[in-house]
Every structure is written in structure tokens, then in C-alpha cells.
Nanobody
């Protein structure tokens, strides 16, 4: 079955950085669009980043543009989210997603990871 396993979350001070990883199995990774969402406590899930199957195209949510970078390594079946200049409002559970497509936002991912907690202290 499809598995998306996130790692790299943790506690960091404001202004710091983290890199999240998501290893995928059970799906045609090199042909799958991938992305990240996040959900803060008491809030709706929010689109963070999208990357096309080839890695040639990426999109970002407005709140993370210029600070976060999504990338992928198809040989390692892994997608990354490099997060710089972290702010307390970035605190959330971050979820890896696979499948779907981009149309103004990342739409209809077919698969989700379990999530990894990112906490940014002020």
C-alpha cells in the first residue's frame, strides 16, 4: 500500500530553520506530483507547497513564499521542505501529500502522510 513517512519536525526558535523529509513507497513516485500542507491547532488545513513530478515546477502558499523551498529526489523517492526564517505562526503539523494536481492550489491529493510536528518558539 502507499506510505508517506515524514520526518524532520521538532522545536526551533524563531528565525531558525528545519528541513522536513517525506519518503514515499507503494506509488509511482517519479510520476507523482507531491506537496506539503500544514494544520495548526484549531485551524483549517493550509496549502504550503507543491512540486511537479519532474521537479521543474513549484508553487507556494502566500504565507511561506520566499522562506520555504520544496524539492525532490526521485532516485530516493523523497520530497523535502526546507524552511528558513521560521516564525511562531509556522507552528503546525506538517503533512506530506501525493497525487492530485495544481490549479491555483494543490488539489485532490490522493495520499497523505501521518504528519510531523513543527513548533517555533518566540
Amino acid at each position: 500500500q502507499v506510505q508517506l513517512v515524514e520526518s524532520g519536525g521538532g522545536l526551533v526558535q524563531a528565525g531558525g530553520s528545519l528541513r522536513l523529509s517525506c519518503v514515499a513507497s507503494g506509488l509511482p513516485f517519479s510520476n507523482s506530483h507531491m506537496g506539503w500542507f500544514r494544520q495548526a491547532a484549531g485551524k483549517e488545513r493550509e496549502f504550503v507547497a507543491f512540486i511537479s513530478w519532474s521537479g521543474s515546477t513549484a508553487y507556494y502558499g502566500d504565507s511561506v513564499k520566499g522562506r520555504f523551498t520544496i524539492s525532490r529526489d526521485n532516485a530516493k523517492r523523497t520530497v523535502y521542505l526546507q524552511m528558513l526564517s521560521l516564525k511562531p505562526e509556522d507552528t503546525a503539523v506538517y503533512y506530506c501529500a501525493a497525487g492530485g494536481y495544481y490549479s491555483g492550489s494543490y488539489v485532490q491529493p490522493a495520499y497523505w502522510g501521518q504528519g510531523t510536528q513543527v513548533t517555533v518558539s518566540s
